[in-house]
């Protein structure tokens, strides 16, 4: 049996920048097998150079905080001097970063403020021009929609492509490019593509527009057509039930976990928000996999479909995790950062131990159901 209090703990940062710096130590000029001292040493002095005096100030006691264990996270605006500090050389490393090391969600080309940061990164400016052209745009990053205005899917990635890599080449073209009332039509705080990638079995149109006591139109089963509720949609996701089973996690359990795992749970009524995008909201690579782990397909007939699984197979079951979470914009999973995401990669381990022998369609019902006991175990925890 897992001990339940090992993924009550929140995830630290610390141990992501040590990775990233390790696996890159030639750019920094650290030893091999550096310690911490040296890893904040040479933070606090790349920080210095790219910063300005004030905000140094505030980079330096995060980054400290990290370090000694006082805090496990930083706020948003450090992540973004963290790319400096780090002395990224385009966005591609950047997203590299976010994803791979410090389990964040990619940089998103449909917020105003991070296709800011993305261009500027992929034009290598500096810290200061970068801070500039946030500033001359700030009353519009902070008027953006809450939810675009469109919800089709590939708008975010054709941005990121064609607009920021084939038309943007210089400072001046990113700032004629925002100076554009209708180029500023594309920006939203919600992030489109995880938006449509949990939602991908949903109707957008009616969801979109749905209040929470109406009918929502499902397709289930890839082409099924049902109708739910939102609420009854909510309780299938994050009540993790299952075809084959009614123990699904019960709106007390599902409401104390959002309080133990707030980036994973969320109550009924910010569930609605989000629905209806009036509340703008990151989805975790946890609320993702919730859906997820439902969805993969398990049956013979199902091999040649993306979302097919050998659960029996554990490098396949967490590559193709990874491969649909990339897809979409999410970080890998990262058990080392992220309790929750631990806590699923040890009852998978646990229940292919104890099941050897069953089959794909088997396990993923044996699997399911055990994860639903220690959820609950956590609630009451």
């Known amino acids: 049996m897992l001990n339940i209090l090992d993924y009550c703990a929140p995830g630290a940062l610390w141990p992501g920048i040590r990775s990233y710096a390790a696996d890159h130590r030639e750019r920094y000029a650290l030893p091999e097998g550096f310690d911490d001292d040296a890893l904040l040493g040479m933070l606090k002095k790349n920080a210095k ?137 594309f920006f939203a705080k919600t992030r489109n593509t995880q938006y449509l990638a949990l939602f991908d079995d949903v109707e957008l149109e009616v969801l ?47 409401s104390l976990l959002s309080d133990k795992l707030g980036h994973v749970f969320m109550t009924y009524d910010n569930f609605c928000l989000l629905v209806q995008r009036k509340r703008p909201a990151d989805i975790s690579s946890g609320t993702f996999i919730l859906s997820l782990l439902k969805k993969l397909l398990t049956e013979d007939a199902d091999l040649e479909h993306d979302f097919y ?21 999410f970080p890998i999973l990262n058990p080392a950062c992220d309790s929750f995401e631990r806590l699923l990669l040890d009852v998978y381990e646990e229940t292919l131990r104890k099941n050897p022998a069953v089959s794909n369609p088997q396990f993923q019902r044996i699997y399911l159901q055990s994860l639903r006991d220690y959820l609950r175990q956590i609630a009451y925890a």
Not at 75 to 99: I, P
Not at 106 to 124: M, N, V
Not at 154 to 170: F, K, N, W
């Open 49 to 185: 150079a790219a910063l300005p005096p004030n905000e140094y100030d505030a980079f330096r006691k995060a980054i400290t905080a990290l370090k000694k264990g006082t805090a496990n996270s930083l706020k948003k605006e450090n992540l973004y001097r963290l790319c400096y500090v780090l002395q990224l050389g385009s966005d591609t490393q950047a997203q590299n970063l976010f994803l791979n090391y410090l389990h964040q969600n990619e940089l998103s080309a449909r917020s105003l403020d991070e296709f800011i940061l993305i261009t500027a990164l992929k034009l290598r400016l500096s810290w200061k021009e970068t801070s500039e052209i946030r500033q001359l745009f700030q009353k519009q990053i902070a008027s953006q929609p809450l939810s675009p205005s469109a919800l089709w899917e590939g708008d975010t990635a054709e941005v990121y492509h064609t607009v920021i890599h084939e038309q943007l080449h210089t400072k001046d073209d990113l700032i004629h490019f925002l100076g554009d009332p209708e180029n500023l039509a």
């Open 208 to 254: 979109y527009q749905a209040e929470p006591e109406q009918l929502i139109r499902m397709v289930a089963d890839y082409g099924n057509p049902e109708r739910e509720t939102i609420q009854e949609y909510y309780h299938s996701l994050f009540g993790l039930q299952d075809d084959s089973s009614h123990d699904a996690l019960s709106d007390k359990e599902i």
């Open 309 to 329: 699984v050998n659960f029996l197979d554990p490098n396949e079951f967490q590559d193709i995790c990874n491969d649909i979470l990339i897809y979409f914009g």
